[in-house]
């Protein structure tokens, strides 16, 4: 068996962001080495790991070259080189999770036919080659209006994603494989994270329910336990299971779900790592969904994924009329209300709707919980630098 | 009002151990700059910090130069250059706890005179200058046997301190400034950690009972709360309150308590700092005990000290009979226990007795997390590497 605790054991992560941050807390309460590589060099993990180093995820030579001098490679994002983590993967090396589930789930396009060869319920939808293929389904009739496009590649927070209701908005969309999608007649979007150890121990998360902005297209609040009857949250674990199984996954999977009128589900889509809708667990369950994801690559056991209170998340994104060196106003504010903890992922400069920290909020009662959320919404504000 | 979030504003803790450590989990979660300042250029702070330098604690000079750098100092450890505290407060520079706080506590022999002073029960002390002194006393018949003998300086983790049965032990202690203290026929040892902010907001933990390992002196496990009644609890907490209004310091003070056999409550000692004693807060409390000194000493609102859970901490502390680089046998098997998380403080080397990390254990049930703690004692040892 590896040893991990203050070894020479060395455990790689792709992509610095927030992500690789939060994970990076646990590696350093389990004392384990670390090594990172992003392309930006004010990456938010830069200080939190052993050794950093500024590197394109999608270069084939710079990924092999990081993933030889870790004993296990691992990612906080799905845009690295998949190539080369098959090729490190035949050279002997741990990647977890696989390029092969990355492969699946990395274009959208390839992630949907996915669930329809494996019969997991998702949005009727066809794949287009580029615009002109996409334009010509559109003239031949075969795509109503509206309908949800979706860029196959390269989309994250909202973006690569938009609905479309005429045919004039088409001209404006880029020149990119994509995915035409019907629109979902959801009532709550909904989330499961389900954790899967290189030994195949499973174990889910509660079903969080996410609110989402009504015009950024980004999850304002996540809720733990979503506000769903039991019957809806049995059904919805139920088929996160069959999604994470069919993935053969090793590490966390987040499956988005819709829940529509009728009480169907349908999949979403799924992230192979920490997830958005997974951050109260910091505060809220036994055990984090970051060392939730170490445990399960480093084939550890898992940890309990009860809560131990309930809990809201509140994104903090950017301002939408500042761009510069960030201010976080209203935050002692917010931190004199109970059970309230921000998060702050360390980007120095702000922009509109840009992801810069999200606040926890835990309470007995998940009514309470989201109140106390609201009044932090309404008091915070994330703006540029007065000084 | 200073900003402390994703700013320009310095941070500077003395002291890089595994106290400092943690105390930087939660400065990266609210991304404050922190310059870290300790002996050990091995030591645990080393890469969780933003700038790591290696000096001496109780050299003048060097503790000057370093706090000129920081716009707030504080510290993880007792013994470091009160003067030079006071010095850098003189300069204008804020200093939490305060050098005078420091300066009642880290003295034991002055210490225990504050607490004459102010009313405060403690066990019965004489003080002695030196060894000679101390003989002296001996000799005309002052002292009792046994009695605790305790160093007035440079004590921690059980170390600098003695119970002496004997004339013929005394010989063996060192020749340094001493107190010759009672032996309290205690039935319980239990601590609260009162928290202060510079604007005077007080929160206090619940009370937690200490559980001693019978040979190393050294607290072997911390139960959140304490099996002790309420009417008991109730007067350690308003002692509690008693003793740190007195010291008024700004931050956390740890302040550890005996229950005699009559139910009467006497201080023991206390110290100006996050403490083993609180450790059980990262997993079982709402605001974690690293946090709440962040809190305190900038002057942010104080989070709640009320529990999400009970809990137990068990110290992990070197196996007597190694030493070398460290091995934690057992600690998969641990983990795979409900509601445990192992803590492991980042020291390459174990030697007998050494804290090498803590385990926590969350539980509803405080028997139940008492009985987990037992199993997850019997079952890892910190022993040397075999690789």
């Keep these: 068996m590896t040893h991990y605790f203050s070894s020479d054991f060395k455990l790689g992560i792709l992509g610095g962001g927030q992500l690789g941050k939060m994970m990076l807390y646990d590696t350093r309460k389990f004392d384990i080495q670390t090594f990172v590589m992003d392309p ?25 070259a990081f993933g030889k001098k870790v004993d296990l490679l691992t990612f906080e994002i ?29 274009n959208k396009a390839t992630q949907k036919s996915f669930y329809d060869h494996n019969q997991i319920p998702t949005a009727q939808f066809q794949i287009f080659q580029n615009l ?3 334009k010509k389904g559109v003239s031949e009739g075969n795509i109503n209006f509206p309908f949800v496009w979706k ?13 479309i209701k005429s045919k004039e908005a088409i001209h404006n969309l880029p020149d990119v494989e994509c995915i035409a999608e019907d629109l979902v007649d959801f009532k709550t979007e909904i989330a499961v994270i389900v954790s899967r150890s ?6 889910s998360y ?8 009504p015009e950024a297209n980004q999850v304002e609040y996540v809720l733990c ?34 829940v529509t009128k009728n009480d169907d589900i349908l999949v979403n889509e799924v992230a192979p790592r920490p997830h958005n809708s997974g951050h109260f667990s910091i505060e809220g369950s036994f055990t984090n969904q970051f060392e939730q994801h170490l445990r399960a690559i480093l084939d550890l056991p898992l940890g309990s994924t009860e809560s131990k209170t309930n809990a809201v998340m509140v994104n903090l994104v950017g301002d939408d009329n500042y761009t510069g060196d960030v201010f976080y106003e209203g935050i002692e504010e917010i931190m004199a209300l109970p059970g309230v903890t ?16 999200h606040v926890n909020i835990i309470h007995s009662d998940i009514s309470e919980a989201r109140a106390i959320a609201a009044t932090v919404k309404s008091k915070i504000k994330v703006i540029s630098k007065k000084s």
Aim: some cysteine.
């Design 78 to 106: 799905e845009s690295v080189n998949v190539k080369a983590l098959e090729d490190l993967e035949a050279l002997g090396k741990k990647v977890y999770p696989s390029a092969a589930t990355l492969q699946k789930i990395q």
């Design 225 to 258: 336990p979503a506000r769903i009857s039991e019957d809806v949250a049995s059904k919805a674990r139920e088929l996160a299971r069959k999604v994470s199984s069919k993935f053969e996954h090793v590490g966390l999977l987040a499956i988005e779900m819709f």
């Design 132 to 134: 002109t293929a996409l």
């Design 40 to 64: 930006n060099p004010e990456a938010p993990s830069r200080v939190s790991c052993n050794y950093f180093e500024v590197g394109s995820l999608m270069d084939y030579d710079t990924v092999m």
């Design 206 to 213: 509660p079903v969080v329910e996410m609110e989402f902005h």
């Design 151 to 163: 860029s196959a590649t390269g989309g994250y927070d909202g973006k690569g994603v938009s609905v």
């Design 342 to 357: 921000p998060h702050i992922y360390g980007k120095r400069e702000t922009r509109p709707f840009r992801k810069m920290g």
């Design 198 to 203: 290189v030994s195949g121990e499973i174990k």
